[in-house]
Nanobody, 127 residues
């Protein structure tokens, strides 16, 4: 079993920055991948950024150039540095992990198939 806990959410003005963290505990192995996903009210959950087990990184087009995902394997922590935030970035941000090693599939069916999810951290961007 893997337990994921997100932190770092909050309310900031447009153009501001936030850093999200996701700490994993339990039986997480080197072949796991981790990623960030978000869900805005009334919308489907979507992929934001992910790091596959081979180290490859994927970003959603909407966040490229503004967000940076990174991980500290020793601390079992995944980070999401978010900059130049926009009101449309407002959402619940979730961390997820999958033992397949591929977290960069951002199709709806792939997102729903992720093995483990955190409870989320809320990000609110005001204009």
């Amino acid at each position: 079993q893997v337990h994921l806990v997100e932190s770092g959410g909050g309310s900031v003005q447009s153009g501001g920055s936030l850093r999200l963290s996701c700490t994993a505990s339990g039986n997480i192995y080197i072949n796991y991948c981790m990623g960030w996903f978000r869900q805005a009210p009334g919308k489907e959950r979507e992929g934001v950024a992910a790091i596959d087990s081979d180290g490859s990184i994927k970003y959603a087009d909407s966040v490229k150039g503004r967000f940076t995902v990174s991980q500290d394997n020793a601390k079992r922590t995944l980070y999401l540095q978010m900059g130049r935030l926009k009101p449309e970035d407002t959402a619940m941000y979730y961390c997820a992990a999958d033992w397949s090693g591929i977290c960069s599939g951002f199709e709806t069916y792939e997102i729903s198939g992720m093995d483990y999810w955190g409870k989320g951290t809320l990000v609110t961007i005001s204009s």
